[in-house]
Every structure is written in structure tokens, then in C-alpha cells.
């Protein structure tokens, strides 16, 4: 059974609190980031939905709420994506998911190889 992202990150975070080994780490981070990506899309999915009907005035007043504020020169398209990573940020999947990254990065774990950094 596959898991949602949500609770696949709430998952990996909790197993990660108690790992040492940067190889187990790295893998849990992987994971992680394929499940961070794939929530942040159905939350930008959803709130493309949820705005689509909207008019830009609302929408602007509904991105200032979330802390994602339609500034000026922004397309309506950059404004909904803004709207959803702040709704995905401010959400238990994606506070987990930083909680990983934390975690991983104490015992020098990231995902970019050493040649990139």
C-alpha cells in the first residue's frame, strides 16, 4: 500500500529521529524529498482548484492571508503557485519534511553530491 505524501513525511520523519547512519539517512532523505515534491504539487493542484473561480481581487486578499502577498508584476499563475508552496508550508507534511532535511544535515547528509557543492 502506498502511503500519502503527508503521512509518508510524518513517517520518515519520526523513523529519522532516531538514525545516526548517514546511509539510512540519505535514503530516508530521498524518499522524503520524492514525497515533498509530490505534495507540494497536489497542494498547488488543489489551491489552483480551489482559486479558479476567484476574482483577482479575493484571490489577492487570500494570498495576503496565507503570507503570500500578489506583488506587483506577478501573473495570476505565479500568484497560485505562491499561495499553494505558503498553504504546503505551513502544513505538518512540510514542517516534517524540514525536520528531515535538519536531521540529515547534522550528520552531513544532503542530497547534492560533494562534486556540486
Same mark, same amino acid.
Given at each position: 500500500?502506498?502511503?500519502?505524501?503527508?503521512?509518508?513525511?510524518?513517517?520518515?520523519?519520526?523513523?529519522?529521529?532516531?538514525?545516526?547512519?548517514?546511509?539510512?539517512?540519505?535514503?530516508?532523505?530521498?524518499?522524503?524529498?520524492?514525497?515533498?515534491?509530490?505534495?507540494? #504539487?497536489?497542494?498547488? /493542484?488543489?489551491?489552483?482548484?480551489?482559486? =479558479?473561480?476567484?476574482?483577482?481581487?479575493? @484571490?489577492? *486578499? &487570500?494570498?495576503?492571508?496565507?503570507?503570500?502577498?500578489?506583488?506587483?508584476?506577478?501573473?495570476?499563475?505565479?500568484?497560485?503557485? #505562491?499561495?499553494?508552496? /505558503?498553504?504546503?508550508?505551513?502544513?505538518? =507534511?512540510?514542517?516534517?519534511?524540514?525536520? @528531515?532535511? *535538519? &536531521?540529515?544535515?547534522?550528520?552531513?547528509?544532503?542530497?547534492?553530491?560533494?562534486?556540486?557543492?
Amino acid at each position: 500500500m502506498t502511503m500519502n505524501p503527508t503521512a509518508l513525511l510524518l513517517d520518515l520523519a519520526a523513523q529519522a529521529r532516531s538514525v545516526t547512519d548517514p546511509g539510512t539517512l540519505h535514503d530516508l532523505l530521498f524518499k522524503g524529498h520524492r514525497a515533498w515534491c509530490e505534495g507540494v #504539487a497536489d497542494v498547488r /493542484a488543489g489551491v489552483d482548484r480551489e482559486t =479558479a473561480s476567484l476574482s483577482d481581487a479575493l @484571490l489577492a *486578499e &487570500r494570498c495576503t492571508t496565507a503570507g503570500a502577498p500578489w506583488e506587483e508584476g506577478m501573473t495570476r499563475s505565479e500568484a497560485v503557485s #505562491a499561495l499553494g508552496f /505558503a498553504t504546503w508550508e505551513a502544513a505538518p =507534511a512540510a514542517m516534517a519534511y524540514t525536520e @528531515l532535511e *535538519e &536531521r540529515a544535515a547534522r550528520f552531513g547528509v544532503c542530497l547534492l553530491d560533494d562534486d556540486v557543492l
